[in-house]
């Protein structure tokens, strides 16, 4: 088993797109070797890389703590659909709350709490 953390760290989108497709292309019924990966880039999800359940995304509950949830577990996602539209629309979760509670300086006039979603 490989374990990357943050995959596409100083490395373009193609590279590790190419790098990824290298990995399943050598992979076959006889290879029990797996790969387990995190990554912040979108455009690493794709269905023509990636099977529905091959892919998860983080989502952090109110408490504090995180969950993984499976894109198989979203039924109206199918297999011939871009879901990194619906993942960047909120609608398959993982989507960060930033939360801005103070001023960035005292001669700044922003509300002192703004909230992006």
């Known amino acids: 088993m490989f374990v990357i953390d943050e995959v596409d760290r100083s490395l373009h ?3 590790t797109r190419r790098l990824l497709e290298a990995y399943l292309a050598s992979c076959s019924a006889d290879t029990r070797s ?3 990966l995190t990554t912040h880039d979108v455009l690493l999800m794709d269905q023509q890389l990636l099977r ?14 995180s969950t993984l949830v499976s894109f198989a577990e979203f039924k109206d996602v199918r297999y011939d659909k871009d879901i990194r539209k619906s993942y960047l629309q909120g609608r398959l979760g993982g989507i960060p709350r930033i ?13 002192a709490a703004m909230e992006l979603q």
Do not use: I, Y
């Open 13 to 15: 989108t193609l590279l």
């Open 34 to 36: 797996q790969l387990l």
């Open 52 to 65: 529905r359940d091959e892919m998860w995304v983080a989502e952090r509950k109110p408490s504090g703590a």
């Open 99 to 111: 939360l801005l509670n103070s001023h960035f300086s005292e001669s700044d006039e922003t509300p």
